[in-house]
């Protein structure tokens, strides 16, 4: 085998495409949008996943771990990626997901276990103390040493993962927007940035105010300071993390109608539905350059 950064070359394909959206809701308003297909790049990883775990995995593999310990929800695609990515790299992975167990599994964690994930339960109230030391001490007692990954899969050398996506741009533009559900992804395109740009993260559940927080150490973790180029839209959640409304599905149908593109129900339809309501109500001037991520 050769190194862990050569094992990872042709897993995905890199850079991912830049589309630009045709649309007559922006040429009304005299804005420019396009689509960076990080969804496009392996057909089992969300984009922003596998950039967030490409370091982790190194690092595990240089550090001497054979098990990979992670946590979401039942819904995760985290979950579905470390899974995805434990078995091609060699890794066994563990799923720690929060609440109760559902039988039968729902899509995302039969896949997880197909691709030979086990899965472990936490009570809400347990799952909420996931971090401290007696809770981790118990999953590794039972699952043995593993390297541990947070919730989405973000942390510092996550954010260093996805600040690359903005490298990959070799078009000009003035804004970038992405979903944000633990900020990882935010975190790392905001870094990549530079000059005038600006990050906008749409957060995808309820009370995304505390995301802010989250941004900043996330940073820090990865590159001892943060930057102020970025801010949070915390009014698309529709309804919270998971949860659907009929204009979030009506979004979705008449934006696959235009453009030939379904987006995640979960992630990219609220960012895009934002986007367009920020755009129809004037609030980009006319020529205003901008990048939406499809993860
Ligand atoms: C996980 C995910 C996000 C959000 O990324 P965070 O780094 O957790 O904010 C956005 N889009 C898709 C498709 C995702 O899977």
């Not at 990872?8 to 007559?24: K, N, W, Y």
């Not at 969300?46 to 550090?63: I, T």
């Not at 919730?151 to 000009?172: F, H, K, P, Q, Y």
């Amino acid at each position: 085998m050769g190194s862990s950064e050569d094992e990872q070359v042709g897993f995905a394909s890199l850079p991912s495409p830049l589309v630009e959206l045709h649309d007559e809701r922006l040429t009304r308003h005299g804005v420019h949008l396009q689509l960076k297909r990080d969804d496009l790049i392996n057909p089992e990883i969300p984009g922003n996943k596998w950039r967030k775990l490409r370091y982790n995995l190194q690092a595990a593999r240089e550090e001497g771990f054979s098990r990979l310990l992670t946590f979401g929800g039942a819904f995760s695609n985290h979950i579905r990626a470390t899974a995805a990515a434990g078995q091609h790299f060699g890794f066994e992975t563990v799923g720690v997901i929060r609440g109760e167990e559902h039988n039968p599994l729902n899509e995302s964690l039969a896949y997880a276990t197909k691709r030979g994930m086990v899965l472990t339960y936490l009570d809400r109230a347990t799952y909420r103390r996931k971090t401290e030391p007696d809770v981790l001490a118990a999953l590794q007692d039972r699952f043995g040493p593993c390297y541990l990954l947070p919730e989405g899969g973000s942390n510092g050398l996550a954010v260093r993962g996805v600040a690359e996506l903005v490298s990959e741009i070799t078009t000009d533009f003035d804004i970038i927007c992405c979903a944000t559900g633990t900020g990882g992804t935010l975190a790392g395109i905001a870094a990549g940035l530079a000059g005038q740009q600006r990050a906008l993260g749409f957060a995808v559940l309820k009370g995304g105010q505390f995301l802010e927080e989250e941004v900043r150490r996330l940073q820090r973790e990865a590159y001892g300071v943060a930057t102020a180029n970025w801010t949070i839209e915390v009014d698309f959640h529709f309804g919270g993390y998971a949860k659907r409304t009929l204009a979030l599905d009506t979004f979705i149908a008449d934006f696959h109608e235009r453009h030939g593109v379904t987006p995640d129900w979960v992630y990219e339809a609220k960012m895009l539905c934002g986007l367009f309501a920020h755009i129809e109500a004037g609030a980009f001037s006319s020529g205003t350059r901008i990048i939406a991520v499809l993860s």
